[in-house]
T-cell receptor, first 116, second 108 residues
Framework: DTGVSQNPRHKITKRGQNVTFRCDPISEHNRLYWYRQTLGQGPEFLTYFQNEAQLEKSRLLSDRFSAERPKGSFSTLEIQRTEQGDSAMYLC??????????????FGPGTRLTVL | EDQVTQSPEALRLQEGESSSLNCSYTVSGLRGLFWYRQDPGKGPEFLFTLYSAGEEKEKERLKATLTKKESFLHITAPKPEDSATYLCARGIREKLTFGTGTRLTIIP
């Protein structure tokens, strides 16, 4: 399967704990995005990378959130001191970054986070 | 402010009953209008991108069209397996801004 993969698929944690999610994009895509989705809402943009450079961050991304994409391959999203309001589906997407389809984003299956 | 509004919120159709879903958006700086399908508990599945007014794209029973301020997703003779939430999004700079989706249910 050459699509976007995310791990873990589900994470249950207690308030105040740190969690880290991983995303592996489609191999030839140089752009990688993180979104958050809550029940009944569309995905909300968090941040994106062009290769290893983080180029934009949403105001939704508080100081407790950090994302990295070392060497422009996989990415990690870490949430420190989790709060119940962080409970959501965290979605990763990738896009080619060039050509006419440069911004066509393909999503992974998501990581569902539950903070107790 | 960037706005994407989808209607209706939910739609129930009999199998074979054609209909359309609507997506309206603020116009400035549009870099593509995107349609996705999302099944419960899964990530959105890419369907179409439209870039200019008058553009149309088709895939099986789905056809997406774009005007200057709206996009429509037409579904012809739907089947129960077409039941899902359909999301539209507008491209803004390098990110997507999504609507809240239309939850489509096709009744056998």
């Amino acid at each position: 399967d050459t699509g976007v993969s995310q791990n873990p698929r589900h994470k249950i944690t207690k308030r105040g704990q740190n969690v880290t999610f991983r995303c592996d994009p489609i191999s030839e895509h140089n752009r990688l995005y993180w979104y958050r989705q809550t029940l009944g809402q569309g995905p909300e943009f968090l941040t994106y990378f062009q290769n290893e450079a983080q180029l934009e961050k949403s105001r939704l991304l508080s100081d407790r959130f950090s994302a990295e994409r070392p060497k422009g391959s996989f990415s990690t999203l870490e949430i420190q001191r989790t709060e119940q309001g962080d409970s959501a589906m965290y979605l990763c997407a990738s896009s080619p970054g060039s050509g006419r389809s440069y911004n066509e984003q393909f999503f992974g299956p998501g990581t569902r986070l539950t903070v107790l | 402010e960037d706005q994407v509004t989808q209607s209706p919120e939910a739609l129930r159709l009999q199998e074979g009953e054609s209909s359309s879903l609507n997506c309206s958006y603020t116009v400035s700086g549009l870099r593509g209008l995107f349609w996705y399908r999302q099944d419960p508990g899964k990530g959105p599945e890419f369907l179409f991108t439209l870039y200019s007014a008058g553009e149309e794209k088709e895939k099986e029973r789905l056809k997406a069209t774009l005007t200057k301020k709206e996009s429509f997703l037409h579904i012809t003779a739907p089947k129960p397996e077409d039941s899902a939430t359909y999301l539209c999004a507008r491209g803004i700079r390098e990110k997507l801004t999504f609507g809240t989706g239309t939850r489509l249910t096709i009744i056998p």
